[in-house]
């Protein structure tokens, strides 16, 4: 993909969108937000329908690059938890209801962990963030990348920064949770920035 225009963000989500972009810079990529490229019009809704994180980043894609004319990247991601039968995974965003707040969404998650362990001892809190990310061109090229980080549920939060359930997932490789990281070094070895990272490293390559 040789298209070096800028790209649009399949996403509203604020801190995102400037994780994403951090990542960009550093290939020399522009991405924008769709508050930047929607001079009036509605921002597209995106229902996620797909049952993979590749599908619903893919329809995310798709459906920004048709609204904006632009090519752009869609994210999906999730955390999957080993005694929860990989749940909450692709559901994460609607774990426990679509506007329930993320950390009620984290209390639910904790409190079905601690009643699966109850039941299997030997379950384990081992869990894994998986990303996806998709980038539609406007002649419909598609370029995705993906990434996971392991970890496993602590018993409460840890941290202040990141958002959706960083606080409640230790990273032994990182030696803390994600939410403990500063935001520099998120755009560096968040599951996110590590997935953005291998795609524009293909585009450049391309």
């Known amino acids: 993909m040789h298209d070096t225009s800028p790209i649009l963000v399949a996403s509203t ?6 994780e994403l972009q951090a990542v960009a810079r550093e290939f020399g990529r522009t991405l924008l937000s769709p508050a930047e490229v929607a001079n009036g019009r509605a921002i597209p809704e995106v229902d996620e329908t797909e049952d993979t994180y590749y599908g619903n980043a893919l329809l995310k894609a798709r459906a920004f690059s048709e609204w904006s004319g632009l090519p752009a990247l869609g994210d999906d991601s999730g955390l999957e ?4 039968g990989k749940r909450p995974g692709i559901h994460s965003a609607r774990y426990a209801g679509v506007e329930t707040p993320h950390l009620r969404k984290m209390e639910f998650l904790l409190d079905e962990l601690s ?10 809190r081992e869990a894994a963030f998986r990303c996806s990310l998709v980038l ?6 598609i370029v995705s990348s993906e990434s996971m980080l392991e970890g496993e549920i602590l018993e409460k ?4 920064g990141g958002f959706g359930y960083d606080p409640i997932v230790y990273i032994p490789s990182l030696g803390r949770t994600l939410a403990e990281l500063d935001f520099e070094e998120t755009c560096s070895l968040g599951f996110r920035a590590v997935a953005a990272r291998q795609l524009f490293a293909q585009l450049s390559a391309g």
Do not use: M
Not at 81 to 84: F, I, K
Not at 136 to 141: A, I, K, V, W
């Open 157 to 160: 939060r840890q941290g202040d």
């Open 136 to 141: 539609c061109s406007r002649d419909g090229t």
């Open 81 to 84: 938890v080993n005694a929860l």
């Open 13 to 18: 989500n604020a801190y995102k969108i400037e």
């Open 115 to 124: 009643a699966a362990l109850k039941d299997d001892p030997h379950a384990g």
